[in-house]
């Protein structure tokens, strides 16, 4: 496969980061924040993330690496390969001792996804894709839902800003109409491992605002890998950059889904 060099490498660094989660997941470590109170950060996202970058870097010298902790806001990045890290995707579900939470590596060449892997440190489940080479779960090809094509159907997730000078973009969607039209709807605390759970036809649908590169570089190509559709929730392109909003579907519930949210 033409992208199996990034794909290995980034699942291994992924692997070895969540090493680092199991092992500090319900003990003593360092905790802060960074924008505001609510948005968490620990010793463990730093610690992650250097291993990867560190990684990265050793292997693709000449590439660019975003790293969550690290790179500071997304800018204008020209660079032909380009790295998006989150090292700990649900650190407050981490601080809170809640085993839900996710390492996202995402590769972009001149601008396009091209390779992702999501890994989930306390199942030992690894999701990869690779452009126009479908998605795998542990090495086993896995589709979107295949069988749920209403909204009435389908089984929503969404999440919340971390950073409160945000919430007024809650305010664009309204919720309860949303959970009555569609068949349930959950907020887990992991936008990666979220759209990996829709990627294997776990979950239907997804959205959510303010988030970053690094939240959904992954795991947006493992939705469209598995036969989903990815858009902003105007139903534009997604676009990498700084509090993008994002829906992702199954494919089938995703116009119905945008209605829904607008």
């Not at 730093?46 to 800018?75: A, C, D, M, Q, W």
């Not at 992702?116 to 080479?133: I, K, L, M, N, T």
């Not at 959970?179 to 979950?203: D, K, M, P």
């Given at each position: 496969?033409?992208?199996n060099?990034y794909i290995?490498?980034?699942?291994t660094?992924?692997?070895?980061?969540?090493?680092?989660?199991?092992?500090?997941?319900?003990?003593?470590?360092?905790?802060?924040?960074k924008?505001?109170?609510?948005?968490?950060?620990t010793?463990?996202?730093?610690?992650?993330?250097?291993?990867?970058?560190r990684?990265?870097s050793e292997?693709?010298?000449g590439h660019?690496?975003?790293?969550?902790?690290?790179s500071?806001?997304?800018k204008?990045?020209?660079?032909?390969?380009?790295?998006?890290?989150?090292?700990?995707?649900?650190?407050?579900?981490f601080?809170?001792?809640?085993p839900?939470?996710?390492?996202?590596?995402?590769?972009?060449?001149?601008?396009?996804?091209?390779?992702?892997?999501v890994y989930?440190?306390?199942?030992d489940?690894?999701?990869?894709?690779?452009?126009?080479?479908?998605?795998?779960?542990?090495?086993?090809?896995?589709?979107?839902d295949?069988?749920?094509?209403?909204?009435?159907e389908?089984?929503?997730?969404t999440?919340?800003?971390e950073?409160?000078k945000?919430?007024?973009?809650?305010?664009?969607?309204?919720?309860?109409?949303?959970?009555?039209?569609?068949?349930?709807?959950?907020?887990l605390?992991?936008?990666?491992l979220?759209?990996?759970?829709?990627?294997?036809?776990?979950?239907?649908?997804?959205?959510?605002n303010?988030?970053?590169?690094?939240d959904?570089?992954?795991?947006?190509?493992?939705?469209?890998e598995?036969?989903?559709?990815?858009t902003?929730?105007n139903g534009?392109?997604?676009?990498?950059?700084?509090?993008?909003?994002?829906?992702?579907?199954?494919?089938?519930?995703?116009?119905?889904?945008?209605?829904?949210?607008?």
């Amino acid at each position: 496969m033409k992208y199996n060099i990034y794909i290995d490498t980034a699942a291994t660094l992924a692997r070895k980061a969540g090493e680092i989660i199991r092992e500090k997941f319900g003990g003593d470590f360092e905790r802060g924040y960074k924008s505001c109170p609510s948005d968490l950060v620990t010793e463990v996202d730093r610690r992650s993330e250097s291993l990867i970058t560190r990684g990265l870097s050793e292997r693709f010298p000449g590439h660019t690496i975003i790293g969550e902790e690290n790179s500071g806001y997304v800018k204008n990045i020209t660079a032909d390969c380009t790295w998006y890290v989150d090292p700990l995707d649900g650190t407050t579900n981490f601080v809170y001792g809640i085993p839900f939470c996710s390492v996202s590596i995402g590769l972009a060449q001149n601008g396009k996804m091209v390779a992702g892997v999501v890994y989930d440190p306390f199942r030992d489940e690894c999701f990869c894709a690779a452009a126009d080479c479908g998605t795998s779960l542990n090495g086993r090809t896995v589709k979107v839902d295949q069988s749920r094509k209403t909204l009435k159907e389908a089984l929503l997730v969404t999440g919340y800003p971390e950073n409160k000078k945000f919430s007024e973009r809650l305010h664009r969607i309204n919720y309860q109409r949303v959970a009555e039209c569609c068949g349930n709807l959950r907020a887990l605390g992991s936008a990666a491992l979220e759209l990996a759970y829709i990627s294997c036809g776990r979950l239907t649908g997804f959205w959510e605002n303010t988030l970053m590169p690094w939240d959904v570089a992954a795991g947006s190509l493992l939705v469209e890998e598995g036969g989903g559709k990815v858009t902003n929730i105007n139903g534009g392109a997604l676009s990498l950059e700084n509090y993008l909003s994002i829906a992702a579907s199954n494919g089938f519930i995703h116009e119905e889904l945008l209605k829904t949210l607008l």
